[in-house]
C-alpha cells in the first residue's frame, strides 16, 4: 500500500516517530468497509513499532471530503501541528515528506505548502499521454506559476502540507446558497481554500524544486468524463464565489482559469457552429453588393483572411509553447535524454503525444460541453469513486457512450463535404477525433496497445525507466 511504502522509506531516515498516519473513509458500502477494516489490520501488523497507523470511518458522509476532512480536525486535529494532505492514490519520498515539514516549521507565514505531483504507474495510452505531458511540459508550468503565483499559490487538495491552526481559523467552507449543482457543498473546495488562507494573511507556497511527490491518473476517457464532470461543477460553482470580499486578484484569477478551462469547451464549438453557418451563408444566400440607400459603389464582402491567420498561429503558439520549453530542456540535459532513449526517441515521444492528444481533444470538447450542460441544468455530479488500474470497457459500452460525438464528427463532415473542401479541410481534425471516438476510447483504454508502447520506449519518463524506490516498494506491496 502507499502508506506501507512511505513508512518504509521514512524508516530509513529513523523519522516515524514525527508522524502518524490516518485512514478517513467515507465507505457507505458495508462489505467494503469490512474489507478495509481487514486491510488496516494486516497493515498494522506489518508495521507493528514503526508507524501509528488509524482509521476512522464516518456515519455520515456530510459535506464529502471537505466535511470529512472538517471532522478529522474537529476531532483529533488538537494532536497535531501539520497535516499531510494525502489522496488514495498519492505516494510521496521520504525526501520530500521530511522536507515539506522543515519547510513549513522553517516559514512561520506558511499556511500551506503544495507539491507539484508528478503521474506515475500509468500503463494504459490515455495515462501514459497524461503521464509523459505532465514530465515533460509539467515543470515548465509548474516552474512559471510558482514564480508569478507565489506566495498566493493555489491548493489542488492533496499532495500538500498545512497548517493545522491557520486551516481551522481561516479556511472553513460555507454552503453556497440554492441547491446543487450551483448550491450546496463545494465541490472544488481546494481553490477556496487556498483563497481564504490567503486572504487571512497566510503564504500558499506552491514547492515546485520537490521531486518526489507523486500520483496515478485515470485509464481511460470514460474515466476522465467522470471525473471532469465533478470537477466541472466544482469549478463553475467558483462563479458564486469569485466576487467574495477581501480574495487576492491572484486568488481570483485562479478560479476565473479554472472556470474558463470547462468553458472553453463550448466556445470552441460555438466557433464550429459559426464557421460553419458563414460557410453555409456563402453558399446560399446571395451577397447584397448595393445597399437599400443609394450608392454609386458596390458594397463587396469582406474576408480578413491575414487576421484569421494571426489569431491560428497566436492559438497555436499558446498551445505549442509549453510543449516546446519542456522538449527542449529535456533535450538539453544530456543524462535525462539519455535515460528516455536519446533525442529521436524523446522527439518521437513528443510528436505522437501532440498527434494524439489533437485526435482525444474534439472528444473531450464534446465532453466538457456535456458536463457544462448537465451543470447548467441543475444535475448535481455527485461524487462517485474513481478505477485506477483497467480502464477497458466492452465495445457496446463504448459505442453507446460515443454514440452522440461519432454522430456529430459524421454531421460534420456530411455538412463540409456538401459546401466545400476547404471546409472539410479546416474541420478535419475535429471530424476525424469525432468519427473514431469509439475505436480511439478503446485503443487509448487498452493495456496490451500501452504496453506495446512501453516495450518501443514510447511516451516514457525519467521515473518509467528508474522507478523511485518509494514508487516501486509500493508496487511490490500492492
Not at 285 to 299: K, N, V, W
Amino acid at each position: 500500500s502507499s502508506i506501507e511504502a512511505m513508512v518504509e522509506d521514512l524508516d530509513q531516515f529513523d523519522a516515524n516517530r514525527g508522524f502518524e498516519w490516518f485512514i478517513l473513509s467515507d465507505t457507505r458500502n458495508p462489505q467494503q468497509a469490512l474489507k478495509e477494516e481487514q486491510s488496516v489490520a494486516l497493515l498494522r501488523e506489518r508495521l507493528a513499532g514503526k508507524a501509528q497507523i488509524w482509521y476512522r470511518r464516518r456515519r455520515d458522509n456530510t459535506d464529502r471530503k471537505t466535511g470529512n476532512l472538517t471532522d478529522f480536525l474537529t476531532q483529533w486535529g488538537g494532536r497535531y501541528d501539520y497535516l499531510l494532505v494525502l489522496d488514495a492514490d498519492s505516494i510521496l519520498s521520504a525526501e520530500v515528506i521530511i522536507n515539506l515539514a522543515n519547510r513549513m516549521e522553517a516559514t512561520p507565514s506558511a499556511g500551506l505548502i503544495q507539491t507539484v505531483p508528478q503521474l506515475v504507474g500509468g500503463i494504459t495510452l490515455v495515462a501514459r499521454l497524461q503521464q509523459f505531458a505532465n514530465r515533460i511540459y509539467g515543470q515548465v508550468v509548474g516552474g512559471g506559476m510558482a514564480s508569478w503565483a507565489n506566495p498566493e499559490g493555489n491548493f489542488w487538495g492533496h499532495n500538500a502540507i498545512i497548517r493545522r491552526t491557520a486551516f481551522m481559523h481561516a479556511a472553513g467552507l460555507p454552503h453556497l446558497p440554492g441547491k446543487a449543482p450551483f448550491g450546496g457543498t463545494i465541490m472544488s473546495h481546494d481553490f477556496v481554500e487556498a483563497a481564504l488562507l490567503r486572504r487571512a494573511g497566510w503564504d500558499v507556497i506552491i514547492a515546485d524544486d520537490l521531486q518526489g511527490s507523486y500520483e496515478e491518473s485515470p485509464p481511460s476517457m470514460v474515466d476522465l468524463a467522470v471525473r471532469d464532470r465533478r470537477w466541472c461543477q466544482g469549478n463553475l460553482q467558483h462563479s458564486k464565489v469569485i466576487h467574495a470580499r477581501g480574495l487576492h486578484w491572484v486568488n481570483r484569477f485562479h478560479m476565473l482559469t479554472g472556470i474558463m478551462s470547462y468553458l472553453s469547451s463550448p466556445l470552441w464549438l460555438a466557433l464550429i457552429l459559426v464557421g460553419i453557418l458563414m460557410a453555409l451563408q456563402a453558399q446560399y444566400i446571395r451577397p447584397e453588393y448595393f445597399a437599400d440607400t443609394y450608392s454609386l459603389f458596390p458594397d463587396w464582402p469582406r474576408q480578413d483572411a491575414p487576421r484569421a491567420v494571426r489569431l491560428f498561429i497566436l492559438t497555436m503558439l499558446v498551445l505549442l509553447i509549453p510543449k516546446f520549453l519542456g522538449t527542449a530542456y529535456t533535450l538539453m540535459r544530456r543524462d535525462l535524454r539519455r535515460s528516455l532513449g536519446g533525442s529521436i526517441r524523446v522527439s518521437a515521444s513528443v510528436l505522437t503525444e501532440i498527434l494524439l492528444s489533437a485526435a482525444i481533444a474534439p472528444i473531450m470538447m464534446c465532453i466538457h460541453c456535456g458536463a457544462v450542460a448537465s451543470t447548467l441544468l441543475g444535475k448535481d455530479s455527485g461524487w462517485a469513486p474513481q478505477r485506477r488500474d483497467d480502464g477497458s470497457l466492452p465495445w457496446l459500452s463504448l459505442l453507446y457512450r460515443h454514440r452522440w460525438h461519432t454522430l456529430m464528427g459524421v454531421a460534420l463532415a456530411v455538412i463540409a463535404w456538401s459546401n466545400s473542401w476547404a471546409l472539410l479541410a479546416w474541420l478535419s481534425p475535429a471530424i476525424i477525433g469525432l468519427v473514431l471516438a469509439t475505436p480511439l476510447s478503446a485503443m487509448t483504454a487498452s493495456q496490451t496497445i500501452g504496453r506495446w508502447f512501453i516495450r518501443a520506449g514510447l511516451l516514457a519518463t525519467p521515473e518509467e525507466k528508474q522507478e523511485p524506490e518509494v514508487v516501486a516498494h509500493r508496487h511490490g506491496s500492492t
